[in-house]
């Protein structure tokens, strides 16, 4: 069982940084994908960001790519989601996840633990 916390969302002018956290408790997370998603209200759920379990492999939505930087510690079940250069699209709730990583592309792995939400709203 793995259980996720994000923390760091807020509000933002346009063109500024925010810093988004996933703790995670569970000794088996650091064996897992882990993913960032965002959603905005009445729309789907959006991949935005993953990194492998040993950390080698990212992924990343074209929409956030050179921006936005994914990032883990496996000592301390931490991972990081760096967003550089906001714009008003990025107003979202964004979710941290965790799949387990079976032969499939990061974004495409079932993932089957969620974190509650953090909201990040940028301002134009």
């Known amino acids: 069982q793995v259980q996720l916390v994000e923390s760091g969302g807020g509000l933002v002018q346009a063109g500024g940084s925010l810093r988004l956290s996933c703790a995670a408790s569970g000794r088996t997370f650091s064996n897992y994908v882990a993913g960032w998603f965002r959603q905005e209200p009445g729309k789907e759920r959006e991949f935005v960001a993953a990194i492998s379990w040993s950390g080698r492999s990212t992924d990343y939505v074209d929409s956030v790519k050179g921006r936005f930087t994914i990032s883990r510690d496996r000592a301390k079940n931490t991972v990081t989601l760096q967003m550089n250069s906001l714009n008003p699209e990025d107003t979202a709730v964004y979710y941290c996840?965790?799949?387990?990583?079976?032969?499939?592309?990061?974004?495409?792995?079932?993932?089957?633990?969620w974190g509650q939400g953090t909201q990040v709203t940028v301002s134009s």
């Open positions: 996840a965790a799949g387990w990583p079976v032969a499939a592309e990061l974004r495409n792995l079932k993932y089957d633990y």
